[in-house]
């Protein structure tokens, strides 16, 4: 798992508790990388489970929780980074048809050795939008905490509906507009 998921989880956590939260998780987990992350390194996706489940236990703010408050800081801290990616798009629902297209497109560029989640997505409506959603890691939580980012970066109102499949997790797209 590329670095920029610890370091961007590790400031999530700096901002929302303090700098003793960030040691206190470190501390309570036998992490590989001994918590030194940089953005472009590369780390068994296992350390960040176990920082995750250290600072649920910390907090007591339940694991899927924080994994979408984590997807939803996320998605802020990319479209910062990387405007390029989401300024192009015109609306959210368009902007989330690119995703697996365009921006993990680029992405592989980047980094070829990156592991990412598949998406592929069918307009329902003109505002309506499917996305399946598969990973190996199954970051469901995440990956519906970044389409709430979304949401909130293109300040479209609606709602995101999920469901299990399988192999993935459908997530339905319903925008008010």
């Given at each position: 798992m590329k670095g920029i998921i610890f370091t961007e989880f590790l400031s999530l956590v700096e901002d929302q508790w303090d700098e003793d939260m960030v040691d206190d998780i470190i501390d309570a987990c036998e992490l590989p990388s001994g918590g030194a992350y940089t953005s472009v390194g590369t780390y068994n996706h296992t350390e960040i489970v176990n920082l995750v489940i250290a600072l649920s236990e910390k907090s007591g703010v339940p694991v899927p929780q924080?994994?979408?408050?984590?997807?939803?800081?996320?998605?802020?801290?990319?479209?910062?980074?990387?405007?390029?990616?989401i300024d192009q798009s015109l609306s959210?629902?368009?902007?989330?048809?690119?995703?697996?297209?365009?921006i993990?497109?680029?992405?592989?560029?980047?980094?070829?050795?990156?592991?990412?989640?598949?998406?592929?997505?069918?307009?329902?409506?003109?505002?309506?939008?499917e996305m399946?959603?598969?990973?190996?890691?199954?970051?469901?939580?995440?990956?519906?905490g970044l389409?709430?980012?979304?949401?909130?970066?293109f300040k479209a109102k609606g709602t995101i509906t999920r469901e299990p499949l399988e192999d993935g997790t459908k997530f339905i797209i319903d925008l008010t507009e």
């Open positions: 924080l994994l979408n408050i984590y997807g939803k800081h996320l998605f802020g801290r990319l479209a910062h980074h990387y405007p390029h990616f959210l629902l368009e902007f989330l048809e690119g995703v697996e297209r365009y993990h497109v680029e992405v592989k560029k980047l980094y070829p050795d990156a592991e990412l989640p598949s998406f592929e997505t069918k307009r329902l409506g003109p505002n309506k939008l399946i959603y598969r990973s190996s890691r199954h970051l469901d939580d995440v990956c519906h389409m709430e980012g979304s949401m909130e970066y």
